[in-house]
């Protein structure tokens, strides 16, 4: 199958979840853009699109952006500290403390960015 004709069936098949085909264009490959709950996805990228409407503060769009990175990187933390939990391989205690670190220090800059 083309990219096309997958783009395509990617777009019916969020048409037939519930989705809405918004009348934006993604800004990189100029497909439709579609409303996913609170989201806004290009189907062709595969990507969250962050819009920014004139006239809105973009201060304020970059604060939203940013707390949902902290949130998906807060529940990211909770999923591994679960496994932490279960795990115990040495190997996989390692790795998996040092990925709750990596996390950790994605939070503190994305609040330290944040608060500026």
Partial sequence: MSDDQESVKRMADLLKSGAT?????????NSP?????NETWCPSCNKQVVTVKEGKNVEYAIATF???V??????????????????????????LSNLIL??????????????Q
Avoid: A, G, Y
């Fill in 21 to 29: 085909m918004l009348f934006e264009h993604c800004p990189q490959c």
């Fill in 33 to 37: 853009l579609f409303k996913i709950e």
């Fill in 66 to 68: 940013l707390e949902k």
């Fill in 70 to 95: 902290e949130e998906r990187i807060l529940t990211k933390i909770e999923d591994v500290s679960q496994q932490l939990s279960n795990e115990h391989d040495l190997t996989k205690l390692t790795r």
């Fill in 102 to 115: 990596v996390l950790l220090d994605i939070l503190s800059k994305t609040k330290k960015f944040h608060q």
